[in-house]
């Protein structure tokens, strides 16, 4: 491999990744898909859990960092927007819809985004999902 295929696969990544190229440390950002993959693969563990235990899920998601990630997720502007997608895409193939919204404790100190499902009648196909082109995310068809 050419010095300029490793630079245009390095440019790719990154692009994929919505990430800016000048001083990108690639091995950092790689480290940052693998934890954001796997903090959306937990997701998907934990509603489906609850739902083969008969219960409703509902995840609270204290973390700023994972709040702001999953704003920007919902709008189509995450950097790694890849995990969000797919996590639309197994639960639409499950026939579930991903909601999204604010909680908070009433006082004022503390808040937190919490993730639920609902029930679909028919299997949801996301838009921006999978290898439909449209910029519309998190919003079934």
């Known amino acids: ?8 696969a390095t ?25 954001r993959a796997e903090w ?3 997701i998907y563990t934990q509603i489906v859990d ?3 235990n008969d219960k409703v899920p509902l995840i ?3 973390n700023r960092t994972d709040q702001n990630w999953i704003k920007a997720a ?3 502007k995450a950097e790694f927007q890849d995990t969000w997608n797919l996590l639309l895409s197994m639960l639409g ?7 999204t919204g604010k909680d908070h404790d009433g006082g004022g100190i503390t ?7 609902k029930p679909s009648t028919t299997k949801v196909n996301y838009r921006g999902s999978d290898t439909s082109p449209t910029t519309s995310y998190g919003k079934p068809y």
């Open 93 to 99: 193939k499950e026939k579930l819809i991903l909601v």
């Open 74 to 76: 919902v709008i189509g």
């Open 111 to 117: 808040d937190w985004t919490t993730i639920k499902v």
């Open 1 to 8: 491999m050419s010095l300029g295929d490793k630079l245009q």
């Open 60 to 62: 609270k998601v204290t």
């Open 40 to 42: 959306g693969s937990s």
């Open 50 to 52: 609850s739902i083969e």
């Open 11 to 35: 440019i790719t990544e990154l692009d994929d990744a919505k990430v800016s190229h000048q001083g990108a440390d690639l091995p950092e950002i790689r480290r940052r898909k693998q934890a």
